[in-house]
């Protein structure tokens, strides 16, 4: 054919394919492709040409060539690879040729890698999952590398897969298969294969083997590699123990991803233990890595923990900075309750030597571990001035605005705060922050420590004085404002503050926020009455819980993929309580900490409004304003519960309505209802005085959790805000909406706080919410109720008590208790018709608990017996104490 010109290439092409129509044997379609009969046809032409042949499908050998030469077009890039995608791949897919389909699927994965929208899904779903089948071990492997790609971006597509996986894993060691005779290299043709179907099945997170045989296959084969890392190696070679760890870690990883196996997860965690001492730097790392992440779940965190000195070792003397950062996250990771002393210490000890690169990180770390589980907040105090003490180039903002929050939140502290703050501030040399942090403290609690002629008030002038000309513009401007309240707190040093705003440097300060103070500060001084004075430099109101803004940086520093090892999902009951570390919730706002403004002299926004400006030009129009009201104390300052709490509570266990609190100021009312796992409460608040409450702040938390407004424990509550104001002879309602998701045995705390007559009052009661007010009766026959006694017959499912009556043994009152405790009465049950015989389902959103119950009257005795069988042991014991309290 001869050759056709660019200027005519369409009408080419159609002789091109009435030729190869025309031609009666494959061997002339193959000459008029080899003999050059399309020179000309380029572009477009060439791809139609392409699609052509492959329609005709009569095995010309020569479309792979066309393809390669395709490939290579500069003009066309996007269309060469469709072609190669969708026709060359698919096409050698189904070839029976081992090594055409693993080359056709590594193929596709490169594809796909570089264009994703290019391969389509849908009916190739199935194809590649079938390659899971093949014998071959190679277009296996290749298989679940494709697999492992495109589950990332359809996890749903492939659900599938992960049974099929499974069951070719636990085939893959069998010597009697034909996959397990094949060998990858190094001795490990199943483990290889293990590490990627492994890899694999981490893709899909939301997958969980439900069946019972997938899962009890796959946790086989977890235990399979466990048992084989702890074989002797095979080889000395390298590449042999390289593979050899490799398949160790990624099983490891795959146990952590589902988290569900404490046996598996405990043995991860030793198996780990052992190569914390390697010789190797590299499996020292990775070790520490995955500990991290095991230290997260519940199951192995204390298995984590005994290998806390070998930690602390490597974190002293490892050559390497990044094996040393792992161990330093490692030792976060694993911190609670039980160790928090030591790991703050030894992190403060290699604080000192630390490589700079990672000096600000462990001072976050630091600061959030001492705050979340500050037993005594005295050491917290310690810790924090320790730490500016140690790296105060590195202590953000962030950190010491957060131990001033702390420390005015707490009356508890105060005072041993300024006596150790002005201490330091004594030392030859001071850091910057240090100063910041002693002129607040000393501004709003120096009188705490002004009875002691060592830090009467001149010398904690003169203290803070000392230090002024040596520290910045912002650290200046909170000095002067420490010195106005030192005019409030401590009116003998008045004169000498006084003419330290009048001189020349103060009022004509180049600084324009500098001299602006100085001016407003003495003219305030000089004009002001005593009570304005006290009123507008009155003490900072406790700072609204927010978000934590360590915590907070600590992520942006760690970057995105650093939420499981912060967040701190994962922590034992002994660190939710109150000294546990309260992570407020993620929907409100960080607190703005502009440096110059800490001593409260401008006034903070309403709620609704945006957040104040940090500069300091607002300052003059805003020092008359006089102080933000708090929204509400942080639940790391709600108080114990007054004396009477329990018998308050009592009160409560088998009625929903009444008067919980009363005292000659405040009447707190109740009134609820429950149905299933849900409730409703309304508190009433009244104000039995001629005097207007001022800050009015109700606080729902739970002991065990303390998380303001929405529980994250056994319930959770949600509140309505209340107003801040209540007026003399006023009620006002806060509605309470309770779901019960788990079983408990504390209730909620109410804590109120208000200012009566300028004077503070703080109030903290138990929430009359108790377990069995998600009782829901449940009627039975006597057969039915015997079946069921019987089935809860285990030592530790019966709590028994018997008990002398404390108040008159009347039947008609007896049953009306049981009713109002939540239990249906079964009539015709016990063959005593004295005895009492209850039963019910306590309803909660994990799960349900049955109880049945026996209660026994001796009117002789004036004695009670009580049994409770339920199928939770503290559920049991709860019930019946406080049941038994009501007789």
Request: aromatic share 6%.
């Amino acid at each position: 054919m001869p050759a056709v010109s660019k200027g005519d290439g369409m009408r080419g092409l159609a002789v091109f394919i009435s030729d190869i129509r025309n031609c009666e044997r494959a061997a002339g379609g193959h000459w008029r492709r080899g003999g050059g009969g399309i020179a000309g046809i380029t572009g477009t032409h060439h791809h139609t040409w392409l699609i052509f042949v492959f329609l005709v499908d009569t095995g010309f050998h020569h479309v792979g060539q066309a393809g390669l030469e395709l490939l290579t077009s500069n003009d066309l890039p996007a269309l060469a690879s469709q072609s190669a995608g969708i026709i060359g791949v698919s096409h050698c897919t189904q070839d029976s040729m081992d090594s055409v389909k693993q080359s056709a699927a590594l193929c596709l994965l490169r594809l796909y890698k570089a264009s994703p929208d290019l391969v389509p899904m849908g009916e190739w779903t199935a194809r590649v999952v079938h390659l899971l089948n093949d014998q071959h071990m190679g277009v296996v492997t290749a298989a679940v590398s494709l697999i492992t790609c495109l589950c990332k971006k359809n996890p749903d597509d492939f659900k599938t897969c992960i049974s099929l996986a499974v069951s070719r894993l636990s085939r893959v060691g069998t010597p009697s298969s034909s996959l397990g005779r094949q060998e990858l290299g190094h001795g490990h043709h199943p483990s290889w294969f293990a590490r990627w179907t492994g890899h694999s099945a981490r893709c899909v997170p939301f997958i969980s083997p439900e069946d019972a045989a997938v899962k009890g296959r796959l946790v086989e084969c977890l235990e399979t590699v466990l048992n084989k890392a702890q074989e002797p190696p095979k080889s000395k070679k390298v590449q042999h123990s390289n593979a050899k760890n490799a398949i160790l870690f990624e099983t490891i990883s795959l146990i952590i991803h589902y988290d569900s196996e404490p046996n598996l997860l405990v043995r991860a965690c030793n198996q780990l233990g052992q190569f914390l001492q390697h010789r190797e730097t590299n499996l020292r790392y990775l070790a520490l890595e995955s500990m991290c992440t095991l230290a997260s779940s519940e199951f192995s965190h204390e298995a984590v923990k005994t290998h806390i000195d070998t930690v602390i070792n490597a974190l002293k003397t490892e050559r390497d900075v990044s094996v040393r950062q792992r161990a330093a996250d490692l030792l976060y990771a694993m911190c609670d309750r039980s160790n928090a002393k030591q790991i703050v210490s030894e992190m403060l000890r290699y604080l000192e030597t630390a490589d700079y690169a990672i000096r600000e990180e462990i001072v976050l770390k630091v600061a959030i571990l001492a705050e979340k589980y500050a037993v005594d907040y005295s050491w917290y105090v310690d810790t924090i001035l320790n730490l500016i003490r140690i790296a105060g180039d590195y202590v953000s903002e962030e950190v010491w605005y957060r131990v001033l929050q702390i420390v005015t939140n707490r009356d508890d502290v105060q005072g041993y705060a300024a006596k150790t703050v002005f201490e330091a501030l004594q030392a030859p040399a001071c850091h910057e922050n240090m100063v910041k942090v002693g002129g607040y403290i000393l501004g709003e609690f120096g009188n705490l420590i002004a009875g002691d002629p060592r830090s009467s008030p001149p010398v904690q002038f003169s203290l803070l004085h000392s230090k002024f000309h040596l520290c910045s513009v912002a650290t200046r401007a909170l000095l002067l404002s420490t010195y106005i309240k030192f005019i409030n707190l401590f009116p003998e040093t008045k004169a000498t503050i006084q003419a330290v705003l009048r001189a020349g440097s103060q009022l004509r300060n180049a600084d324009v926020e500098l001299q602006q103070r100085a001016v407003e500060y003495l003219t305030l001084s000089s004009v002001a009455s005593t009570d304005v004075l006290a009123t507008v430099l009155e003490e900072m109101p406790p700072f609204p819980e927010r978000e934590s803004s360590i915590l907070a940086k600590l992520k942006r520093k760690k970057g995105p993929g650093a939420g499981s090892a912060l967040d701190d999902g994962r922590r034992d009951p002994s660190s939710n309580d109150i000294n546990g570390g309260v992570e407020p919730t993620p929907s409100t706002v960080s607190t703005p900490s502009p440096s110059a403004d800490l001593l409260g002299l401008r006034a903070a926004p309403p709620p609704a409004a945006p957040p104040a400006s940090a500069g300091a030009g607002n300052l003059l129009v805003d020092v008359f304003d006089g102080p933000a009201h708090p929204l509400g104390p942080g639940p790391e300052d709600i108080g114990p519960p007054i004396p009477e709490a329990d018998e308050l509570l009592n009160k409560f266990v088998c009625k929903n309505n009444g008067v919980l609190f009363e005292n000659q100021l405040l009447q707190i009312g109740v009134k609820s209802e429950f149905r299933q796992n849900l409730g409703r409460m309304y508190l009433f608040y009244g104000n039995k005085t001629s005097v207007q409450f001022q800050n009015f702040s109700p606080t729902v938390v739970h002991p065990g959790d303390l998380q303001t407004h929405i529980l994250s424990g056994p319930l959770a509550v949600q509140t309505k805000r209340v107003a801040a104001q209540v007026d003399g002879g006023a009620q006002v309602q806060q509605v309470l909406n309770i779901e019960c998701l788990r079983d408990f045995l504390t209730p909620p705390l109410l804590s109120v706080r208000f200012r009566y007559g300028g004077a503070p009052q703080a109030l903290t009661l138990k929430l009359p919410v108790t377990i069995n007010k998600f009782f829901q009766p449940t009627e039975m026959a006597a057969q039915d109720f015997f079946q069921r006694w019987k089935q809860l017959s285990l030592p530790q499912q019966e709590a028994q008590k018997i008990f002398k009556a404390n108040h008159p043994m009347d039947a008609e009152v007896t049953k009306a208790k049981l009713l109002g405790f939540g239990s249906a009465l079964l009539d015709n049950v016990d063959p005593n018709p004295e005895n009492f015989v209850g039963a019910g389902i306590i309803q909660t959103k994990a799960l349900q608990v049955g109880c049945l119950l026996r209660l026994e009257p001796n009117a002789q005795a004036q004695m009670y017996r009580l049994t409770l069988r339920t199928s939770k042991e503290p559920v049991s014991r709860h019930l019946c104490e406080l049941l038994a309290q009501q007789f």
